[in-house]
C-alpha cells in the first residue's frame, strides 16, 4: 500500500474532526456567543453522558453487533444500586463507594448476560437487547416511580463536583477524557484490542486463528454495560437525584455518534479518539440548535435527521473506502504485469 493511499485512508478515517471544525466555524461565525469558553466548556460538560454512551455503542458495533439497552442500564444501574444502599441494605451497602461499585457491577451483569444470550445462546443481538430494554424500564418504572434525592456528594462527585486546579472545570471532563484516552490505548495497543477487532471485522477467520470470539463479543457487552452505568452515575450526579425517565431515548443518538465517529455497522472498525469526535459533534449540534432557540419538536426532527446523516456517512464511507482499496489492488496488478512483460521482452 502506497503512502499516498494511507494518508487517504487516514483521512476518511478521521473525516469527524473536518466535519467537527467545518461546524464548528460555521456556528461560530453565526450564532452569538457559541465560541465563548463559557459555552464551549457547557457544551463537554453536557456531551459528557453522551460521550460514554457513543462508546459503550461504538465498541459493541466493533464486535459486529448492537446494543439497544445502554439507555436502560443508565437508569437502572444507578436506580437499584441507591435503592440498595439507603433502602434494602442501608447497613451492608450504606458507603456510597460501595453503591459505586454496585452501580458498576450491576451494569457489567446486565451487558454479561446480553453477551452470554448472544454469543453462547445465539439470540438475535437486536431483539436480545431491545427485550432487554423493555424489561429495565419497566422495572425502573416499578422500583422508582418517584426521584431519589439527595445523593451523597462521593456518589455524585463525578457528575457535579468542579475541579478548582483545573480553572474550575466540571470534574465530568477530565474523567470522560481518561476513559476515552484508556480505551484508545486498548485498542491501539494491545493484543485484546487487536483480536477485538479482528473479531468483529471476520468472525469466522478470528476464531480460525484462535481466537475466542464468543469471549470477545462477551467482553464487548460487559464492556457496555460498564459504560452505561458510569454514563447513569454522571447523570445521576448532574441532577443529584435518580429519576425513571434518565437517558430515555439517548441510544439511537448514541449509535449516529459512533457511526459519525467511524465505526462501522459491519464491524471490526473504530477508533476512541473518532467515537469522541462523534459524540462532541452531537453535543455541539445539540447546543447550536439551543442557542438558536429552536422548538423542542424541531430538535426531535433535526435529531433524526442527523441519524439519517450517520448512517448515509458510514455507507459512503466503505464505498469509498472499497474503490480505493480496489483501484490500489488494480494498479498493482497492472504494474507487477508490466514488470513481467519487461523482464521477458529483455530475457529474450
Request: net charge positive; hydrophobic share 55%.
Amino acid at each position: 500500500m502506497s503512502g499516498g493511499l494511507r494518508l487517504k485512508l487516514a483521512l476518511l478515517d478521521n473525516i469527524i474532526w473536518l466535519m467537527l471544525a467545518a461546524f464548528f466555524a460555521l456556528c461560530a461565525l453565526t450564532i452569538p456567543n457559541f465560541a465563548s469558553w463559557n459555552n464551549l466548556v457547557n457544551i463537554l460538560y453536557h456531551t459528557t453522558i453522551m460521550s460514554m454512551l457513543v462508546l459503550a455503542q461504538g465498541f459493541v458495533l466493533m464486535s459486529g453487533h448492537l446494543d439497544l439497552s445502554i439507555d436502560a442500564i443508565l437508569a437502572f444501574a444507578p436506580g437499584v444500586a441507591i435503592l440498595a444502599a439507603v433502602k434494602w441494605f442501608p447497613g451492608m451497602l450504606g458507603h456510597p463507594l460501595t453503591a459505586i461499585a454496585l452501580t458498576l457491577a450491576i451494569g457489567a451483569l446486565i451487558g454479561l448476560f446480553n453477551g452470554v444470550c448472544i454469543a453462547s445462546l445465539g439470540m438475535n443481538a437486536f431483539m436480545q437487547t431491545l427485550s432487554v430494554s423493555i424489561v429495565l424500564r419497566g422495572l425502573i418504572l416499578f422500583l422508582i416511580p418517584l426521584s431519589i434525592f439527595p445523593l451523597d456528594p462521593v456518589y455524585s462527585f463525578i457528575g457535579k463536583s468542579r475541579i478548582a486546579a483545573l480553572g474550575n472545570l466540571p470534574a465530568a471532563i477530565p474523567v470522560t477524557f481518561l476513559i476515552y484516552f484508556i480505551f484508545h490505548i486498548l485498542l491501539k495497543y494491545t493484543v485484546f484490542g487487536r483480536n477485538y477487532l479482528a473479531t468483529g471485522g471476520n468472525p469466522r477467520a478470528s476464531f480460525v486463528a484462535g481466537i475466542n470470539t464468543r469471549r470477545m463479543i462477551i467482553l464487548g457487552f460487559v464492556t457496555a454495560g460498564v459504560l452505561s452505568a458510569v454514563a447513569g452515575m454522571l447523570t445521576a450526579g448532574r441532577q443529584d437525584s435518580v429519576s425513571n425517565t434518565m437517558g430515555s431515548g439517548m441510544t439511537l443518538l448514541a449509535f449516529a455518534g459512533a457511526l459519525l465517529g467511524g465505526t462501522s455497522m459491519s464491524g471490526g472498525k473504530g477508533s476512541a479518539f473518532g467515537m469522541l469526535g462523534g459524540a462532541i459533534l452531537l453535543g455541539m449540534f445539540s447546543n447550536a440548535l439551543n442557542l438558536l432557540g429552536v422548538k423542542v419538536t424541531l430538535i426531535h426532527a433535526a435529531q433524526g435527521t442527523l441519524i439519517f446523516l450517520a448512517i448515509l456517512v458510514d455507507r459512503f464511507r466503505a464505498a469509498l473506502r472499497s474503490s480505493m482499496l480496489r483501484k490500489d489492488q488494480l494498479r498493482r496488478l497492472h504494474h507487477h504485469s508490466v514488470h513481467e512483460q519487461t523482464e521477458n521482452v529483455i530475457s529474450s
